[in-house]
Protein backbone atom coordinates (compact mmCIF):
# COMPACT_ATOMS: atom_id res chain seq x y z
CA UNK A 1 0.00 0.00 0.00
CA UNK A 2 2.94 2.41 1.16
CA UNK A 3 4.07 1.88 -2.76
CA UNK A 4 0.63 3.17 -4.32
CA UNK A 5 0.98 6.51 -2.25
CA UNK A 6 4.23 7.20 -3.25
CA UNK A 7 3.02 6.52 -6.61
CA UNK A 8 0.06 8.73 -6.57
CA UNK A 9 2.22 11.29 -4.03
CA UNK A 10 4.35 11.91 -7.24
CA UNK A 11 2.14 11.95 -9.82
CA UNK A 12 -0.27 14.80 -8.08
CA UNK A 13 3.06 16.80 -7.50
CA UNK A 14 4.53 16.67 -10.79
CA UNK A 15 1.13 16.83 -13.12
CA UNK A 16 -0.94 18.53 -10.38
CA UNK A 17 -3.86 16.72 -11.17
CA UNK A 18 -7.60 18.60 -11.44
CA UNK A 19 -10.79 17.26 -11.79
CA UNK A 20 -14.33 17.80 -13.41
CA UNK A 21 -17.41 16.88 -12.94
CA UNK A 22 -18.87 13.78 -15.24
CA UNK A 23 -20.19 16.16 -18.06
CA UNK A 24 -18.32 14.94 -21.20
CA UNK A 25 -18.01 18.70 -22.19
CA UNK A 26 -16.06 18.86 -18.96
CA UNK A 27 -13.88 16.36 -19.46
CA UNK A 28 -10.36 16.79 -18.72
CA UNK A 29 -8.46 18.13 -22.15
CA UNK A 30 -6.72 14.99 -24.17
CA UNK A 31 -3.48 15.78 -24.09
CA UNK A 32 -3.81 16.47 -20.43
CA UNK A 33 -5.18 13.16 -19.79
CA UNK A 34 -1.81 11.91 -22.50
CA UNK A 35 0.45 13.79 -19.71
CA UNK A 36 -1.13 12.46 -16.87
CA UNK A 37 -1.05 8.77 -18.16
CA UNK A 38 2.37 9.14 -18.93
CA UNK A 39 3.76 10.00 -16.18
CA UNK A 40 1.57 7.70 -14.52
CA UNK A 41 2.53 4.90 -16.47
CA UNK A 42 5.82 5.66 -15.94
CA UNK A 43 5.78 5.80 -11.93
CA UNK A 44 3.90 2.56 -11.67
CA UNK A 45 5.81 0.52 -13.91
CA UNK A 46 8.92 1.32 -11.55
CA UNK A 47 7.21 0.32 -8.53
CA UNK A 48 4.84 -2.62 -9.93
CA UNK A 49 6.89 -5.58 -9.40
CA UNK A 50 3.91 -8.31 -10.07
CA UNK A 51 3.31 -8.93 -13.70
CA UNK A 52 0.03 -8.80 -13.01
CA UNK A 53 -0.43 -5.05 -12.86
CA UNK A 54 -0.64 -3.20 -16.09
CA UNK A 55 0.59 0.32 -15.31
CA UNK A 56 -1.93 1.45 -18.21
CA UNK A 57 -4.79 -0.16 -16.34
CA UNK A 58 -4.05 1.00 -13.33
CA UNK A 59 -4.07 4.54 -14.47
CA UNK A 60 -6.67 4.58 -16.90
CA UNK A 61 -8.72 3.70 -13.91
CA UNK A 62 -7.71 6.16 -11.69
CA UNK A 63 -7.67 8.48 -14.03
CA UNK A 64 -11.44 7.89 -14.72
CA UNK A 65 -12.20 8.05 -11.01
CA UNK A 66 -11.02 11.40 -10.54
CA UNK A 67 -12.55 12.74 -14.01
CA UNK A 68 -16.29 11.29 -13.01
CA UNK A 69 -16.10 12.42 -9.47
CA UNK A 70 -14.64 15.95 -9.15
CA UNK A 71 -15.30 19.71 -10.98
CA UNK A 72 -12.04 21.06 -12.01
CA UNK A 73 -12.91 24.58 -10.09
CA UNK A 74 -13.42 22.55 -6.39
CA UNK A 75 -10.52 20.13 -7.05
CA UNK A 76 -8.12 23.07 -8.36
CA UNK A 77 -8.68 24.96 -4.79
CA UNK A 78 -7.56 21.97 -3.01
CA UNK A 79 -4.24 21.54 -0.96
CA UNK A 80 -1.88 18.38 -2.45
CA UNK A 81 -2.98 16.40 0.30
CA UNK A 82 -6.47 16.80 0.10
CA UNK A 83 -5.95 15.73 -4.22
CA UNK A 84 -3.40 12.90 -3.08
CA UNK A 85 -6.18 11.46 -0.65
CA UNK A 86 -9.13 12.10 -3.27
CA UNK A 87 -7.25 10.09 -5.77
CA UNK A 88 -6.22 7.50 -3.22
CA UNK A 89 -9.41 5.33 -3.13
CA UNK A 90 -9.01 4.89 -7.04
CA UNK A 91 -5.65 3.93 -6.80
CA UNK A 92 -6.37 1.10 -4.44
CA UNK A 93 -9.56 -0.07 -5.87
CA UNK A 94 -7.84 -0.23 -9.71
CA UNK A 95 -5.08 -2.01 -8.09
CA UNK A 96 -5.04 -5.63 -8.91
CA UNK A 97 -5.24 -7.95 -5.89
CA UNK A 98 -2.27 -9.90 -4.57
Known amino acids: MR ?3 VVLSFLLVVVGVAGC ?3 DDQAWPQDYQGLWMGIC ?4 AKLADDPEVSPTDVCRCTLDGLMSAFRLSDYESWSQKVKDGAAAPYVTMCWPDD
Open 3 to 5: RLA
Open 41 to 44: EAVT
Open 21 to 23: GSD
